[in-house]
């Protein structure tokens, strides 16, 4: 039996709490505070064809020092994850990769929407979290910006009892936007091109298909207050749309280029300090659902490049727990609040069952973020420099208990 003693609890109450274990093991949890273990319902690990920047023997690591025991991985891998056999193939190397680490990482696999290959859907639809869609091309060649697609993906999804999980851009918009600002080097410009009314209007689009088809859709990357205004409104006629954003959207805005260049380029791009306050906001008001980190690595020479060249996507899943954390301790949300978007919430849109895994964070030590400490294979942090606590010390999850310091 392993047992926990005098530890914080989210409800702020200090309580002794056990689990199963092979043997009697005490930890004092004076300085640390439980909560269940993280779901991130977004991340990119890049397997198969991308392993130069990341894998999952590095991004096991990284979750597990991030507090994170369940991951929802995406498809824009390379080949992209859009057949049956691409499926099964990527599930038995991940099991080889995390064999080979040793650490346990439950994870769940979102499905590529292609217009070409919607046939596989139907004998895929045990085996996966959801049909993942990109509206507005990101990395990769997934890609459907058409409606007539949209709307069969959404008859399929329908018929067949899958949630749908949209990267909503608006395609058009980016690209008109990219021809007039071909020129342009300041990465400022990267969220010029990618304009707030991209997002908007691809959510509204998102929303008239929820309605009409019924289908649970599950708006990833928020960033806006467009988005969420249209958002706020269809929950209220009870549409079944559910949103995420991401911590860099909370922690980090457009004010920041000039410091981050590269570092900040991601798709949708950074937002305005007004539109982060909204973000904060609706997050209290329980309109954001879930935070998931949109863990996006690329090695750190592809991000200093041009901003033409450079791609998309930054880490995220280690610092998304400090982030919030410090951000509790500067009373910006409440730990109820915390676990609801990190645990209860993406539990309930996903149907996950009900597990025992628990996190025992640090609440008392702050540490300065650097790019070395990072464990993803990229090893960088968009948040570099920033002073945070609540780093876990130790996860418990399938009756193991890492010690988050030795990982
Ligand atoms: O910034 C992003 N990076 N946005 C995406 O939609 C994809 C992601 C990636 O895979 O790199
Ligand atoms: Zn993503």
New binding site residues.
């Given amino acids: 039996m392993l047992t926990i003693t005098n530890i914080l609890m989210p409800d702020e109450t200090r309580q002794t709490i056990t689990r199963d274990y092979p043997e009697d093991l005490t930890i004092d949890g004076a300085d640390l505070l439980a909560l269940p273990g993280l779901i991130d319902p977004h991340v990119?690990f890049?397997v198969p064809g991308l392993e130069d920047?990341e894998d999952w023997q590095h991004a096991s690591v990284a979750a597990l020092k991030g507090g994170v025991t369940t991951v929802f991985d995406?498809p824009?891998t390379k080949p992209a994850t859009t057949t049956q056999e691409r499926l099964q193939n990527k599930f038995a190397i991940i099991d080889g990769q995390l064999a080979e680490v040793d650490l346990p990482l439950r994870y769940k696999l979102f499905f590529g929407a292609d217009k070409n290959q919607f046939h596989e859907i139907v004998k895929v639809k045990a085996d996966i979290a959801g049909i993942k869609v990109?509206m507005?091309a990101?990395?990769?060649d997934l890609l459907m910006d058409d409606e007539s697609s949209l709307h069969a993906v959404y008859a399929l999804a329908k018929a067949h009892g899958l949630l749908i999980a949209l990267?909503a851009?608006d395609e058009l918009i980016i690209r008109n936007n990219a021809a007039k600002y071909a020129d342009q080097t300041d990465f400022k410009y990267h969220s010029i091109i990618r304009e707030p009314q991209a997002a908007v209007k691809a959510v509204q689009l998102v929303i008239e298909l929820a309605e009409l088809y019924q289908v649970p859709s599950y708006i990833?990357?928020v960033s806006t207050q467009g988005e969420l205004d249209l958002v706020k409104a269809a929950k209220a006629r009870g549409v079944m749309v559910y949103i995420e954003t991401c911590p860099h959207y909370l922690f980090l805005d457009d004010s920041q280029y000039a410091n981050l260049n590269g570092r900040g380029?991601?798709?949708?791009p950074l937002r305005s300090k007004i539109d982060q306050d909204v973000l904060w906001h609706a997050l209290n008001e329980g309109v954001i659902d879930t935070i998931g980190s949109?863990h996006?690595?690329?090695q750190l020479n592809e991000k200093e490049q041009p901003l033409c060249k450079c791609?998309?996507?930054?880490p995220g899943i280690e610092t998304t727990l400090p982030l919030l954390i410090t951000a509790w301790r500067e009373n910006k949300l409440s730990l109820a609040k915390l676990v609801a978007l990190t645990h209860d919430n993406p539990q309930q849109i996903f149907n996950l069952p009900v597990n025992d895994d628990l996190v025992l964070v640090d609440i008392v030590n702050y540490r300065e973020l650097s790019d070395a400490q990072m464990a993803s294979k990229c090893h960088w942090t968009p948040f570099v420099g920033m002073n945070l606590t609540g780093f876990p010390r130790y996860v418990y999850t399938q009756q193991r208990l890492i010690d988050c310091r030795k990982l």
Avoid: C, I, Q, Y
């Fill in positions: 990119h890049r920047k995406m824009n990109f507005g990101s990395t990769g990267h851009e990833l990357h380029k991601m798709n949708p949109d996006a690595p690329h791609p998309s996507g930054v």
